[in-house]
C-alpha cells in the first residue's frame, strides 16, 4: 500500500435484512474513501441505514443481516471475505467502535478498567500494567474526574457521560487507525454532550485517527467532521467536504435538511398583566413518594399564546405537566384554569373541567393504541365530551382529519401501525383538538421525529393556535424549538423555576448564569462554532464542569 | 468396562470423521468461508448427526427386514414409530399444502408462513376437537357398556385372542378400550378445557383489577397467590383432593367437580399473575394515561383500551395452562384420584393397563394399550405446544 | 456490602414468613374435613363413646388455635405427629400405639433419605447435560441442531411423566433387559446396587428436567447474547470462546441458577408420579398412598416438607441472583 492510498474504502457496499423470510435491502450500494486522519460524518434520518453502514466498516454484520456485495477494504484487506481471525486480529487493534449506549455497552459485572485493558493484553500491544497506566492517561486526557480511581469502578457506578468518555478511551486503548462513532452524543443532554464532543474531537486529533462519525444531528457532525457523507433510506445521497456541504448543498433532500431550521412563528404581542390566564401555576410544589421533585415553582400560560417550558432530564419539566392534569396531585401551592381553582386531583375533575385540558405526548406509538382505528381514537372523545353519534360523529371525525391536513376517507379506517411517525404525532394532535379544549400541553412532541417531519408538526400547531385560539404549554428540551414556536419561556433546572419571561427578552443578553450556559452548549452549524467556544470559555467552563461551579 | 471404552472409541471415530469432513470440505470449495471459519465443535456435530441418521435407517431396515416372531416383536415399536413420525409428517405437510390455497386471504397468508410443527399442531388440535365432539358417533360401543368377553387381545384376529368386534380389546370387566379411548377424548380433554377457562375468568379478572386499580387490592390478592405459589401445585391439589373426596363420599360425579374447581383456583393463581404483569406493561401506556385524563370508568379501561392488547399473550398462556391443566389431571387420574370411574379417561386407563407393558417381547400389540392412551395425552399436548411455540416466536419476532 | 447483607435477611424472612403462612394454609385445609380425625379414624360405624375417646386422646376437643400451634411446635421439633393407619393397625391389635411405630416422623424418615437420593441423581445427570446443551443451542440458533432440540425438548416437556416412564421402561428394561423397571429400595443395600436401581426412575425424571432446564437455558443465553456489551466484545476483536467465558457467563450466572433452582423445584411435583410408577419407596409414594387412604397426618406432614423444600429452593435462587448481581455487589 502506497502512502496516499486511503486507509478504508468503501465500494458499492450492499446490505441486506431478513424479515418475512425474504432478504430486504438495507443499503442499496455505497461507496466513500477515508484517508489516514480524516473524519467523515454520516448523517441521515431513522431508517437511513447509518448504523448498519458503520458496523459493516469494520466487516460486522448484525444478526439477520448480511453483506450481499461490494467490497470493504481496510489496509489492503477485504473485511468482506477475510476469515474470522483474520478479523479478529484488526478488530480493537487498529479498528475500534465507540457505541450510541455506553451504559448497555459496558460488561456490568466487570471493572472499567479490567474492560479497557482487555484489548491491549489480548491482542498482544501491551502488557497489562502497561496498559492499565495508558488507560489512567488516557481518562486524565479526556478529562474524565479521578482519573486515578474511576477505571477501578463498575460502569453502573459511573454517569453517562463520563462512561461515553470511557469508552472512547477504550477504543483508543490500542491506539487504532480507525475509529467508528454510533451517536455518542445522542442520549446525552445539551451540556454534557459539548463535553464529550470537545474531548473526543481532541483525542482524535491528537493521535490523527481516522474516524466515521454517526450521527443524525447537523450541527454536531458540522463540529466533528471533515467531510460528510448524507444518506436517506439507504442510498446515497451526496458527500462533500464539511465547509462545502454546509454553505452550497447540491441536492434537493440536503437542502431541505439545511432548511428545517428557518421556521419561526412571529412572536404574539405581550398580554395586559390585568387579563386572567388560562392556567395559572401558583407556588406548586410535589413529591414522587417522599423525593421532592417541584419546589414552589409559578407560572401562567394566556389565551392563544405558547409558554415553553426548557430544562435537562430531571428538571422537572414534565412533573410539572403531571401536576396541571392532575396526575400528581402537588403538595403544596394550587392550579387555576380561567381564574377557577382546579381540584387538583383528576379523578375529582368533572369532565368540563378535564375536556378543557388536553395533552399531546412525546411517543405518538404508546399514546394510541394500536388495536384501535384512527376512527375510533378520535370519535371516542367526540362522543365522550360532545355526546355525538352516528353521522355526526363520523362529520366531526372527518373534519378533525382535514384540520390536521389528513385525507379523511384514506386514514380513518387504518390502524396506527399503518401510518408514519409524524402522521401518528398527527392523530395525537387531533384527539386532543376533539376535546375542544382550551388549554393543550406538548409534552416533547417533536423530540422524537425526524427534523423535516417536527418541522411540519410545528406549522401546523401554529396554524391551529391561530385558528382555534388555542393556548400551549410546550415541554421541550430542544432550545430550537423554543425560538421556533415560543411567545414566552420557563427555564427549570432541578426542579425550580429559574428563569422566565418574554421569548425575546430570553434570547437576548444578560442571562441568567444556567440559562447562558445551556444556550451557549447548543451546537449551531457554523464549524468553527466548537473551537470559537473553547477559545471563548476554556475547556474547564463548558459543561458539566461549569454547572458543578454553579 | 467394555462399555467405556466402545463409547470412547466411538467419539474418536467421529472426531476424525469430522476433522476429515471439514478438510474435505474446504479443499473442495476451494476455501469457501463455510468451511473456513467452521469450528472443529460443528464439524463433530455434523459427524455426529450424520452417525445417528445411519443408525435410525440401518436398524430401520433390520426392523423390515426382519425374520421371525420374536425379532419382529422386538423392532416392533421402533418401527412403529418411524412410520408414524413419517406418516404425520406427510400428514401436516399436506395441511399445511390445502390451507395455502383454502380459506380467507387471512388463513391462507398464516398458513404461507408456518413451519411445519405449527400445522402438525393445529391439525391435531383440530382432529382431537372433533373426535371429542362427535365422541358418540364414531365410537363403536358406550363407554360404560359391558361386554361378556373380558380381556380380549387388541389386534382382532381371533387366533392369538382378539375379536373383530373389538380392534382394541377389552380390559378385565369386559369395555371396550378403542370407545372408552375415543370417550376418553370427551372426558380428559373437556374437563381439562373447562377447567382452563374457569382458570383464566378468576385469574384473569383479578389480574386486570390489580394492575388496573393498584393499590391494596393488588397488595392483598397479590401476597395471598404469592402464598397459595409456594406450594408446589401437584401436592396441594392431591392435599385439596384429599379433603373433597370426603366431603364428596361415594358421589363420583360431585368428586370430579371438586377435582374441576380444585385445579382452576390453583391454576388461576398463574394466570393471575400473568394477566397482571401484561396489565401493568399495558396500565404505563400513554393511551391509557390519556384515557384516565378523559374521565373513562373503569369497564371502559379494561375491556376497550387493556384487554384488546392483551389478546396475544393470554392466548399464547392459554394454550400452555391447558397443557399444564391437561397433564395435572391426568396424573391426578393415573394416580387414583382424579376423574372417577366409570368415565373413560386416559389417565386411569393408563394406570389400569399400565402392566401390559411387561408383555412387549411376545405381544407388542398389548403392550402398547397404555402407551396408546399415554401417548394420546402426551400428543394433544405436544401439539398445543408447537403452536403456542410458533405464536410466541411470531410476537416476539414482530416486536423486533 | 452492608446493603447486600440487609437485602438477603429481608428475603430469608420473607421466606420464613410464606412457610408460616403455608402451614396455616395446610392446617386450615385440613380443618375443613367433615367432621373430624376421630370419624375419619373410625369410620361410619363408631360408636360415640369410641369417637370421644380418640378425640381426648388426639387432643381434638381443643380449639383450632392451640392444634395448630401444638402441630406447629411439634413439627419444628421433628414431632409431626401419630400415622392414623398405623394407629389404627395399633388398636386393633389391641395394644396402645408407641410412639415411635405409629409416628409420621418415623415413617418419613428412610423414605425422605430416598427420594434426596433420587433427587440428587437426577440432578448430577440433569443439571450439566441440560446447562451444556442450552448454551450450545443459543449458541447455534436456528441452526438444523436447534430446531431439532426444540422439537424434541417440546416433546418431552408435552409429555406426562408416565408416558416417559413407560417409553424408558419398554427400551430399557423390557426389550433390552438393562435395567430394573422396579426400584425395590432397602435399608442396608450397597452403593452401586442402589445407583442401579434408581437409574431408571431418574433418567425419568432427567428427561422431564431436562427439557425446561435446557429451553430456559438457551432462552437466558440468547436473551445475553442480544445484550450490546456482548457485540462490544465481539467489536473489540475477541475470540468466540472468550466473549463466552468472560463476558456472557459472569452475567449469565443468576440466570441460570434461577433456572436450575425452578427445575429443581420442579423435581419435587415430577418425583410423585416417577415414584408411583417405579414403586419407589420415597415421600412420594407414601404422600399418594396417604391420599388414599385419608391418613390426614401424613398427608399433612409430606404437603409441609414439599413446600419448605419448594421454598427453600426458590429462597436459594433468590439469594443466589442476589450476591451474583454486580449492581448490588458494587453499590454506587
Given at each position: ?183 455518542p452524543t445522542t442520549a446525552l443532554d445539551v451540556t454534557t454532550q459539548i463535553e464529550v464532543l470537545a474531548s473526543i474531537r481532541e483525542i482524535v486529533e491528537e493521535y490523527n485517527t481516522a474516524a466515521i462519525y454517526i450521527t443524525h444531528d447537523l450541527a454536531v457532525v458540522a463540529q466533528m467532521s471533515d467531510k460528510i457523507k448524507v444518506m436517506l433510506k439507504g442510498d446515497e445521497v451526496e458527500e462533500a467536504d464539511t465547509r462545502t456541504m454546509l454553505s452550497d448543498p447540491k441536492e434537493e433532500y440536503t437542502k431541505s435538511l439545511w432548511a428545517v431550521r428557518s421556521f419561526q412563528r412571529p412572536s404574539k404581542p405581550a398580554v395586559h398583566t390585568s387579563a386572567t390566564p388560562v392556567i395559572s401555576v401558583q407556588n406548586v410544589s410535589a413529591a414522587y413518594g417522599k423525593v421532592p421533585v417541584l419546589h414552589d415553582v409559578s407560572f401562567d400560560i394566556h389565551e392563544g399564546r405558547t409558554v415553553a417550558v426548557v430544562g435537562e432530564s430531571g428538571s422537572g419539566k414534565s412533573t410539572a405537566a403531571r401536576c396541571i392534569t392532575g396526575l400528581l396531585p402537588p403538595t ?42 384512527i376512527g375510533e381514537l378520535i370519535g371516542r372523545p367526540v362522543q365522550f365530551y360532545m355526546g355525538l353519534t352516528g353521522n355526526e360523529k363520523r362529520r366531526r371525525v372527518e373534519h378533525l382529519l382535514e384540520e390536521i391536513e389528513l385525507e379523511p376517507t384514506q386514514y380513518i379506517n387504518r390502524l396506527p401501525s399503518e401510518l408514519s411517525g409524524g402522521q401518528k404525532q398527527r392523530i395525537g394532535i387531533a384527539r386532543a383538538l376533539a376535546a375542544e379544549p382550551k388549554f393543550i400541553i406538548c409534552d416533547e412532541v417533536t423530540s422524537a421525529l425526524d427534523q423535516l417531519v417536527a418541522e411540519g408538526i410545528l406549522r401546523l400547531l401554529a396554524k391551529l393556535q391561530d385558528e382555534l385560539n388555542l393556548s400551549y404549554m410546550f415541554i421541550t428540551h430542544d432550545l430550537a424549538t423554543v425560538k421556533s414556536i415560543a411567545d414566552e419561556v420557563v427555564v427549570m433546572k432541578d426542579g425550580r423555576v429559574i428563569e422566565q419571561g418574554p421569548k425575546d427578552d430570553m434570547f437576548t443578553p444578560p442571562h441568567h448564569p444556567y440559562t447562558d450556559l445551556l444556550l451557549s452548549s ?29 | ?400 | ?332
Amino acid at each position: 500500500m502506497s502512502a496516499d492510498d486511503p486507509l478504508l474504502s468503501v465500494k458499492g457496499l450492499k446490505i441486506e435484512g431478513r424479515s418475512d423470510e425474504t432478504w430486504n435491502p438495507i443499503i442499496n450500494g455505497a461507496s466513500f474513501d477515508l484517508q489516514k486522519g480524516e473524519v467523515m460524518g454520516l448523517i441521515g434520518e431513522s431508517g437511513a441505514g447509518k448504523s448498519t453502514m458503520g458496523l459493516a466498516a469494520m466487516g460486522f454484520t448484525r444478526d439477520g443481516c448480511r453483506i450481499s456485495a461490494g467490497t470493504v477494504m481496510f489496509d489492503g484487506v477485504d473485511l468482506v471475505t477475510a476469515s474470522a481471525a483474520d478479523k479478529r486480529a484488526l478488530l480493537g487493534s487498529r479498528i475500534a467502535y465507540v457505541a450510541q449506549s455506553a451504559a448497555a455497552s459496558f460488561n456490568p459485572a466487570h471493572r472499567l478498567i479490567d474492560q479497557h485493558t482487555e484489548g491491549p493484553t489480548q491482542h498482544n500491544v501491551m502488557s497489562r500494567a502497561e496498559s492499565e497506566a495508558d488507560g489512567i492517561e488516557l481518562y486524565r486526557k479526556l478529562r474524565l474526574p479521578n482519573p486515578e480511581e474511576i477505571g477501578f469502578r463498575y460502569p453502573h457506578q459511573v454517569s453517562g457521560g463520563q462512561l461515553q468518555r470511557a469508552m472512547t478511551a477504550m477504543a483508543m486503548a490500542c491506539r487504532p487507525e480507525l475509529i467508528i462513532f454510533d451517536e455518542p452524543t445522542t442520549a446525552l443532554d445539551v451540556t454534557t454532550q459539548i463535553e464529550v464532543l470537545a474531548s473526543i474531537r481532541e483525542i482524535v486529533e491528537e493521535y490523527n485517527t481516522a474516524a466515521i462519525y454517526i450521527t443524525h444531528d447537523l450541527a454536531v457532525v458540522a463540529q466533528m467532521s471533515d467531510k460528510i457523507k448524507v444518506m436517506l433510506k439507504g442510498d446515497e445521497v451526496e458527500e462533500a467536504d464539511t465547509r462545502t456541504m454546509l454553505s452550497d448543498p447540491k441536492e434537493e433532500y440536503t437542502k431541505s435538511l439545511w432548511a428545517v431550521r428557518s421556521f419561526q412563528r412571529p412572536s404574539k404581542p405581550a398580554v395586559h398583566t390585568s387579563a386572567t390566564p388560562v392556567i395559572s401555576v401558583q407556588n406548586v410544589s410535589a413529591a414522587y413518594g417522599k423525593v421532592p421533585v417541584l419546589h414552589d415553582v409559578s407560572f401562567d400560560i394566556h389565551e392563544g399564546r405558547t409558554v415553553a417550558v426548557v430544562g435537562e432530564s430531571g428538571s422537572g419539566k414534565s412533573t410539572a405537566a403531571r401536576c396541571i392534569t392532575g396526575l400528581l396531585p402537588p403538595t403544596q401551592g394550587h392550579i387555576e384554569f380561567d381564574g377557577q381553582m382546579m381540584p387538583l386531583d383528576y379523578r375529582k375533575r368533572d369532565r368540563m373541567q378535564l375536556r378543557q385540558a388536553q395533552m399531546i405526548y412525546q411517543m405518538a406509538d404508546t399514546a394510541l393504541n394500536p388495536r384501535k382505528t384512527i376512527g375510533e381514537l378520535i370519535g371516542r372523545p367526540v362522543q365522550f365530551y360532545m355526546g355525538l353519534t352516528g353521522n355526526e360523529k363520523r362529520r366531526r371525525v372527518e373534519h378533525l382529519l382535514e384540520e390536521i391536513e389528513l385525507e379523511p376517507t384514506q386514514y380513518i379506517n387504518r390502524l396506527p401501525s399503518e401510518l408514519s411517525g409524524g402522521q401518528k404525532q398527527r392523530i395525537g394532535i387531533a384527539r386532543a383538538l376533539a376535546a375542544e379544549p382550551k388549554f393543550i400541553i406538548c409534552d416533547e412532541v417533536t423530540s422524537a421525529l425526524d427534523q423535516l417531519v417536527a418541522e411540519g408538526i410545528l406549522r401546523l400547531l401554529a396554524k391551529l393556535q391561530d385558528e382555534l385560539n388555542l393556548s400551549y404549554m410546550f415541554i421541550t428540551h430542544d432550545l430550537a424549538t423554543v425560538k421556533s414556536i415560543a411567545d414566552e419561556v420557563v427555564v427549570m433546572k432541578d426542579g425550580r423555576v429559574i428563569e422566565q419571561g418574554p421569548k425575546d427578552d430570553m434570547f437576548t443578553p444578560p442571562h441568567h448564569p444556567y440559562t447562558d450556559l445551556l444556550l451557549s452548549s447548543v451546537p449551531e452549524m457554523d464549524p468553527d462554532w466548537l473551537t470559537n467556544l473553547l477559545n471563548e470559555r476554556g475547556v474547564d467552563n463548558i459543561g458539566d464542569a461549569a454547572v458543578d461551579k454553579m | 468396562m467394555n462399555i467405556w471404552i466402545q463409547i470412547i472409541g466411538i467419539l474418536v471415530a467421529l472426531g476424525v470423521l469430522g476433522w476429515l469432513f471439514r478438510f474435505a470440505g474446504q479443499k473442495a470449495t476451494n476455501n469457501k468461508p463455510f468451511f473456513r471459519d467452521m469450528t472443529f465443535g460443528v464439524a463433530f456435530g455434523y459427524a455426529l448427526g450424520a452417525a445417528v441418521l445411519l443408525w435410525i435407517l440401518t436398524t430401520y431396515y433390520k426392523a423390515i427386514t426382519a425374520d421371525g416372531q420374536v425379532e419382529v416383536n422386538k423392532y416392533f415399536f421402533f418401527r412403529t414409530v418411524i412410520e408414524w413420525f413419517v406418516k404425520f409428517s406427510i400428514a401436516a405437510y399436506l395441511f399445511r399444502l390445502v390451507f395455502r390455497y383454502v380459506g380467507t386471504a387471512g388463513t391462507r397468508k398464516l398458513f404461507r408462513n408456518m413451519p411445519l410443527t405449527a400445522s402438525f399442531g393445529i391439525m391435531i388440535i383440530l382432529v382431537y376437537a372433533f373426535v371429542a365432539i362427535f365422541a358418540g358417533v364414531i365410537a363403536p360401543h358406550g363407554q360404560e357398556e359391558v361386554f361378556a368377553k373380558v380381556n380380549v387381545l387388541p389386534g382382532g384376529d381371533p387366533a392369538i385372542g382378539g375379536d373383530p368386534d373389538f380392534p382394541l380389546g377389552t380390559d378385565q370387566i369386559g369395555r371396550d378400550l378403542l370407545s372408552r379411548l375415543i370417550y376418553g377424548a370427551q372426558n380428559t380433554v373437556g374437563i381439562a378445557f373447562a377447567t382452563t377457562c374457569l382458570a383464566f375468568l378468576l385469574g384473569g379478572t383479578f389480574g386486570f383489577l390489580a394492575a388496573t386499580l393498584g393499590g391494596w387490592l393488588d397488595q392483598l390478592v397479590s401476597r395471598s397467590v404469592d402464598v397459595l405459589m409456594a406450594i408446589p401445585s401437584l401436592i396441594f391439589a392431591l392435599l385439596l383432593m384429599t379433603i373433597a373426596a370426603a366431603w364428596a363420599g361415594s358421589n363420583k360425579e360431585l368428586l370430579t367437580v371438586y377435582m374441576v374447581l380444585i385445579i382452576a383456583v390453583i391454576d388461576s393463581t398463574r394466570v393471575f399473575r400473568l394477566a397482571r404483569a401484561v396489565g401493568l406493561n399495558i396500565v404505563v401506556m400513554d393511551y391509557i394515561e390519556a384515557a384516565k385524563l378523559r374521565g373513562e370508568g373503569l369497564g371502559y379501561l379494561i375491556f376497550r383500551e387493556i384487554l384488546p392488547n392483551a389478546t396475544a399473550p393470554l392466548l399464547a398462556e392459554f394454550g400452555l395452562r391447558f397443557c399444564f391443566v391437561f397433564l395435572t389431571i391426568a396424573s391426578l387420574s393415573f394416580l387414583g384420584v382424579g376423574i372417577q370411574p366409570p368415565l373413560a379417561d386416559w389417565g386411569t386407563m393408563v394406570r389400569d393397563l399400565g402392566q401390559f407393558i411387561n408383555f412387549a417381547a411376545f405381544s407388542p400389540q398389548t403392550a402398547s394399550l397404555p402407551l396408546l392412551a399415554a401417548g394420546a395425552i402426551a400428543l394433544l399436548t405436544v401439539a398445543v405446544n408447537f403452536v403456542v411455540d410458533w405464536m410466541l416466536h411470531k410476537s416476539s419476532g414482530l416486536k423486533e | 456490602m452492608a446493603s447486600i447483607l440487609r437485602i438477603i435477611a429481608q428475603r430469608l424472612a420473607l421466606g420464613i414468613l410464606t412457610l408460616f403462612v403455608v402451614s396455616i394454609v395446610i392446617f386450615a385445609a385440613v380443618n375443613m374435613l367433615p367432621g373430624d380425625f376421630a370419624q375419619a379414624i373410625l369410620g361410619q360405624g363408631a360408636t360415640p363413646e369410641a369417637i370421644k375417646a380418640i378425640r381426648e386422646d388426639l387432643g381434638l376437643d381443643q380449639p383450632p388455635v392451640t392444634r395448630y400451634l401444638q402441630w406447629l411446635a411439634g413439627a419444628l421439633q421433628g414431632d409431626l405427629g401419630n400415622s392414623f393407619a398405623q394407629a389404627n393397625f395399633a388398636s386393633f391389635a389391641g395394644t396402645t400405639a408407641t410412639a415411635n411405630s405409629a409416628s409420621v416422623a418415623a415413617q418419613l424418615g428412610p423414605r425422605f433419605e430416598n427420594t434426596m437420593f433420587l433427587a440428587g441423581v437426577t440432578a448430577v445427570i440433569a443439571v450439566p447435560f441440560s446447562i451444556f446443551l442450552g448454551i450450545l443451542a443459543a449458541l447455534y440458533r436456528n441452526s438444523v441442531f436447534d430446531r431439532f432440540t426444540n422439537i424434541f425438548t417440546l416433546s418431552s416437556i408435552s409429555s406426562p411423566e408416565f408416558f416417559l416412564a413407560y417409553i424408558l421402561i419398554l427400551f430399557l428394561a423390557v426389550l433390552n433387559p438393562l435395567l430394573p423397571s422396579l426400584s425395590n429400595i432397602y435399608e442396608g443395600m450397597d452403593f452401586g446396587d442402589r445407583l442401579t436401581k434408581t437409574l431408571l426412575p431418574a433418567l425419568t425424571l432427567t428427561l422431564a428436567v431436562t427439557a425446561q432446564l435446557m429451553r430456559m437455558t438457551r432462552a437466558a443465553i440468547i436473551n445475553l447474547l442480544a445484550s450490546p456489551y456482548i457485540e462490544m466484545a465481539r467489536l473489540k476483536g475477541m475470540s468466540p470462546m472468550r466473549v463466552i467465558v468472560k463476558h456472557a457467563l459472569p452475567n449469565a450466572l443468576a440466570p441460570i441458577i434461577n433456572v436450575i433452582a425452578l427445575n429443581l423445584a420442579y423435581l419435587i411435583t415430577g418425583v410423585v408420579v416417577v415414584e408411583v410408577v417405579f414403586v419407589y419407596p420415597g415421600i412420594g409414594q407414601l404422600f399418594v398412598d396417604s391420599v388414599k387412604i385419608r391418613d390426614i397426618p401424613v398427608v399433612q406432614a409430606c404437603c409441609l416438607l414439599f413446600a419448605t423444600a419448594y421454598i427453600l429452593l426458590n429462597l436459594t435462587a433468590d439469594i443466589m441472583s442476589i450476591i451474583s448481581n454486580p449492581r448490588l455487589r458494587h453499590p454506587k
